[in-house]
């Protein structure tokens, strides 16, 4: 049954699905991981969200997040354009589980800012990387409210295949607040479910790869958040804080950071310190993973997202989660 | 958990299921007892006359007493295996040896009859042990003859109830081989130490060491080589001490005879490489050199490339691999290990080597290898014959025979590797493996054949991943595998390792076989291994063979901290860009860095290549900042010192100190002719310096 509907799907987007075979069999797809060089739609103009604290901004065209500015502490988070990435999903075909949905390659449909506080970003038959045009919408809503993000998005799959994972936000150039190299940056989690005791993981100026490297591009870090309902990426006086109502998800999520295009030397894991190393950008992604296993011809809601910049060290950003944590439900 | 039950809860307990018996001879402090002795001008052994037990061993030059404590003495203790009934740790008071006598100068008789258990059951179980002194060399050589209805499963001898603290006063640490280095942990830590990876272990204080080695190197059964602390709250009956003894999981079947793998220990001098150099000694004796094609013997560079995984991704196609190879040929890397090449790619599928069609034909990937080997890049084609894919109908349908199996029947299983996407990396959808049989013939013989299709390949070698292990598996123990369960399943490593190389041979004597940190004694078979380091390992496997194939990776976009370690251990450079999934061009600083250290090598090649390598035998180098170096000495006498500065970002000052130097000349991969030496040394941050002597 899946596969004969995914043959009506492919019948009518014959001519984009030739070509994605083609290019799924071409010398490119060597590198059709390599996020980092794949194209991206054309970069179109700055939509903006701004309050006194925090500035965000969205690519017109790709709706790719571009820009996260804490304005309070003159730390520009999200740098490079360029390097912006709005979302990623995994559709494994029948045949053929590697399927991905790369957000550089969509254009988005609606990039609106509906309100002072709110930006409307809508992607609609989402181009993949081997299953061709998939009827699958992505809608997302991105509030700042005195200096808090909430990223709300909702996920309508009407194709024949599961959605398993979004990758959604997605932040392609996350930056230490400085490049000195006494500048420690670390992701800070929740132990024992206690958010007095809070464990520190560096990712700048090192960066030790955590997963198994046969099944890795890039050193690559991923913390449950089923046991941390935040992380805390933390400068050594600033950090961002992002949480996640874990305890109501009816799906699990996973923090996911990777150093582009490596470390220096596999003896001390050093990220290099310029933006640029062999011609390929260095740069750290960060992104919230749902594993949502969506089943064709469904919608579903994903946990919002929370983000917002802090001054201190991780007891402040311990703070926020203290003061969230009494609207959960007994 | 009683303290049996503690020691058996390290990797021996992995093996115990159903009813174990284990009996201890736990003596009373034998105040009137007489030692029987052995002694030579560096050792002293004495056994008290009545239960057998060793009591005492003193290292003469040293004055360090391993064993002290007579009163703590045990001779052995048999484990025994009742399988479907619960655990029980049974202890006997007292057994007494029928026979303990000195019957040479340098060797005594130890026997013990009609063993009877805690419940005072008799046991018609008969040991009988000769202990030879030779050269300072204690041997320990055991016979057991069980007439028991019951398996014995393990028989712990020679034991040492009362190991002391080293003669300095240090914490002592144990020592052994692993993955190509020589990994150490303070004995309080109650390390496991197995023979399926080390056939020794060095027992290191800081200028004294004990050297205890598995006298087989055919891998007959597991040894483990357990240190115990005993009594964390002392008491005058139970003091606070370290056991240590050699456990023997041999399993002797009722009424069967079994002559255990004899135990060596001695004693000696200096840090780990006077341990080491015993062992160099005795694998002389054994050790077969095996032939090996000249390619891999010159100085030689690799690039590892994985192409295709369990997630189907198919990234490079077979017709695309030539752009690699170009690029190899082009930068003068000599060959490429290639990963992923076969159905499911790499980790799926296994142990099936047939070609995979989302990559293209078979017809293709033998073309391109044909192509590139023209162009002078071999390809080595990488393999896993350890594992069934559960996910296969191969499985399914007939693998599933030759799996191993634990005491209770259960299949055991090893976990998979996860693959690029968030549901991989999330453990999900992982291809998990049962664990093969290497001791069954039937499925060496399964293996062969799917090793006969890499032969048909055309490729110049290949590289087993995983050689080296079998997951967390150590015995089989389902009947029906062409022999009497269970099976230790390192045993079946060398019987199918010869098999593959005879049916390599029928191709070419220069096929290589090449693995993944292959245990010493597979190296007879396995001759070129890679590997992976840190700033700490140690290069014991390049102290034991100066000329051994040893391949370490790079992974880093501009690894020079790699690539001096490289050069300093003689290491082959095996390039891995992205994980080793891009292209060799895709981190030209380490690239460039890579080919200038080769470059070096081959200029010197005399005393960077074919020099016999000693680790820092033979110089001393103190330095400003942090360093590591290494010396070599020529066939003709000539040293030379490899000088890192391990620092990131500032340069040091070292000197080198050679007793009765020539002239000194130093060389760099930056700047490789030779000048004059000028002492102190100063090396620039991540740099590496080349003394030489003319």
Redesign the interface.
């Known amino acids: 049954m899946i596969a004969m509907t995914f043959k009506r799907i492919n019948s009518k987007s014959d001519i984009i699905l030739r070509a994605a075979n083609l290019f799924s069999t071409s010398f490119i797809l060597g590198a059709l991981y390599m996020v980092d060089i794949v194209a991206q739609p054309a970069i179109g103009r700055e939509i903006v969200l701004e309050d006194r604290s925090l500035l965000i901004a969205f690519d017109s065209r790709s709706g790719a997040l571009t820009r996260l500015e804490d304005k309070t502490a003159r730390w520009t988070i999200e740098r490079r354009p360029d390097l912006g990435i709005s979302f990623r999903m995994f559709a494994p075909l029948p045949e053929r589980r590697w399927n991905p949905i790369l957000g550089q390659k969509q254009q988005a449909v609606e990039v609106k800012k509906i309100s002072e506080h709110d930006i409307r970003l809508q992607w609609k038959n989402l181009v993949s990387e081997n299953g061709g045009i998939l009827p699958i919408s992505l809608v997302a809503d991105v509030t700042l409210t005195n200096g808090v993000l909430t990223f709300n998005a909702s996920l309508q799959n009407d194709s024949a295949l599961t959605v398993e994972t979004i990758d959604y936000p997605y932040f392609g150039d996350f930056n230490s607040s400085s490049r000195e190299s006494t500048n420690m940056m670390a992701v800070w989690t929740m132990q024992r479910s206690n958010v007095d005791h809070l464990a520190p993981n560096e990712i700048y100026p090192h960066f030790r790869n955590e997963k198994g490297y046969w099944g890795v591009f890039w050193p690559t870090k991923i913390l449950d958040a089923n046991l941390s309902p935040f992380c805390l990426i933390q400068s050594p006086d600033k950090g961002v804080y992002v949480g996640v109502d874990a305890a109501r998800s009816p799906y699990s999520l996973r923090y996911t950071f990777e150093q582009h295009p490596g470390v220096l030397s596999g003896i001390n894991s050093l990220v290099p310190s310029k933006d640029v190393i062999d011609g390929k950008p260095v740069h750290l992604e960060f992104r919230v993973c749902h594993l949502i296993f969506e089943k064709p011809h469904s919608t579903i809601k994903l946990v919002p997202i929370i983000a917002r910049c802090y001054q201190g060290d991780e007891h402040a950003g311990g703070d926020i989660y203290k003061q969230w944590r009494p609207t959960l439900p007994q | 958990m009683n303290s049996i039950a503690m020691c058996l809860s390290r990797p021996a307990r992995m093996l115990i299921v159903g009813v174990i018996c284990s009996i201890a001879v736990l003596m009373s402090p034998p105040a009137s007892a007489d030692e029987i002795v052995l002694q030579d001008g560096q050792m002293l052994a004495a056994f008290d006359n009545d239960s057998g037990a060793l009591v005492r061993l003193e290292n003469g030059p040293a004055q360090w007493v391993a064993d002290h404590r007579p009163d703590l003495s045990i001779p052995f203790r048999l484990n025994m295996f009742s399988p479907g009934q619960k655990h029980d740790f049974v202890y006997c008071d007292k057994h007494h040896a029928v026979e303990a006598q000195k019957i040479s100068a340098r060797e005594i008789r130890l026997q013990w009859h009609d063993l009877v258990d805690d419940h005072g059951q008799p046991l018609p179980i008969s040991l009988t042990a000769d202990v030879t002194l030779t050269n300072g060399a204690l041997m320990f050589a055991m016979n057991v003859a069980n007439s028991s209805s019951q398996m014995i499963e393990s028989i712990d001898y020679p034991y040492l109830g009362g190991f002391s603290e080293a003669p300095e006063g240090v914490p002592l640490t144990v020592k052994h081989m692993w993955y190509g280095n020589l990994p150490s942990e303070e004995i309080s830590k109650k390390p496991g130490v197995q023979s399926k990876q080390s056939l020794f272990c060095l027992v290191q204080s800081s200028n004294t060491g004990l050297y205890v080695e598995m006298h087989d190197p055919t891998q007959p059964y597991l040894l483990n080589f357990i240190f115990d602390r005993r009594s964390l709250t002392s008491s005058s009956n139970s003091p606070t001490r370290t056991e240590f003894h050699t456990s023997h999981v041999a399993y002797v079947h009722p009424n069967s005879t079994v002559t255990l793998a004899p135990v060596l220990m001695k004693f000696y001098q200096g840090d780990w490489h006077a341990g080491v150099d015993l062992y160099k000694a005795w694998r002389m004796t054994w050790f077969k050199q095996p032939h090996l094609p000249s390619w891999i013997q010159d100085v030689n560079s690799w690039q590892q490339l994985?192409?295709c995984?369990?997630?189907?991704?198919?990234?490079?196609?077979y017709t695309?691999l030539i752009?690699y190879a170009r690029q190899c040929a082009d930068n003068g890397v000599n060959a490429i290990q290639l990963v992923g090449w076969n159905h499911w790619g790499?980790?799926g599928g296994d142990p099936a080597q047939d070609i995979e069609p989302?990559l293209g034909t078979w017809q293709q990937l033998h073309d391109f290898i044909a192509q590139s080997q023209a162009k002078g890049v071999k390809i080595i084609l990488f393999a896993k014959l350890n594992w069934a894919d559960l996910t296969m109908p191969w499985y399914t349908n007939e693998l599933y025979k030759y799996e191993c199996a634990d005491p209770n029947g259960k299949r055991y299983e090893q976990g998979g590797?996860?693959?690029?996407?968030?549901?991989?990396?999330?453990n999900?959808?992982v291809h998990r493996r049962a664990v093969m049989d290497f001791c069954d013939p039937a499925y060496r013989d399964v293996a062969n054949k799917e090793f006969e299709k890499i032969l048909a390949l055309g490729s110049e070698g290949w590289l087993w991943d995983e050689v080296c292990h079998h997951s967390t598996v150590l015995y089989n123990y389902a009947s029906g595998h062409g022999y009497n369960p269970p099976g230790y399943i390192y045993h079946g490593d060398l019987s199918l390792s010869a098999q593959l190389r005879a049916a390599a041979d029928k191709v070419s004597p220069d096929f290589l076989f090449s693995g993944e940190g292959p245990e010493d004694w597979l190296c007879q078979y396995f001759p070129c291994s890679y590997f992976?380091i840190?700033?700490d390992s140690v290069p014991v496997c390049r102290y034991i063979d100066p000329q051994e194939p040893l391949m370490v990776?790079?992974?880093?976009?501009?690894?020079?901290?790699?690539l001096n370690?490289i050069l300093m251990d003689r290491y082959m450079i095996e390039y891995e860009?992205?994980?080793?999934?891009?292209y060799l061009e895709?981190?030209?600083?380490t690239l460039a860095y890579g080919k200038k250290i080769d470059a070096l090598r081959r200029k010197y090649k005399e005393y960077l290549w074919d020099a016999t390598f000693q680790d820092t035998l033979g110089a001393r180098v103190t330095a400003d900042g942090s360093s590591r170096y290494s010396v070599f000495v020529t066939a003709t006498g000539k040293r030379a010192v490899v000088v890192v500065n391990m620092e990131?970002s500032k340069s040091i000052i070292a000197k080198v100190e050679l007793p009765h130097p020539g002239k000194l000349v130093t060389a760099t991969p930056e700047n490789p002719n030779a000048h004059a030496m000028h002492s102190p040394l100063k090396i620039p941050a991540r740099s590496a310096v080349v003394v030489m002597e003319q």
């Open positions: 994985q192409i995984s369990p997630e189907q991704d198919y990234r490079v196609p695309n752009t790499q980790d989302g590797y996860q693959y690029f996407t968030p549901t991989q990396l999330a999900i959808g992976r840190n700033a990776s790079v992974t880093g976009f501009d690894d020079r901290e790699m370690l860009p992205y994980n080793f999934k891009g895709d981190f030209p600083l990131f």
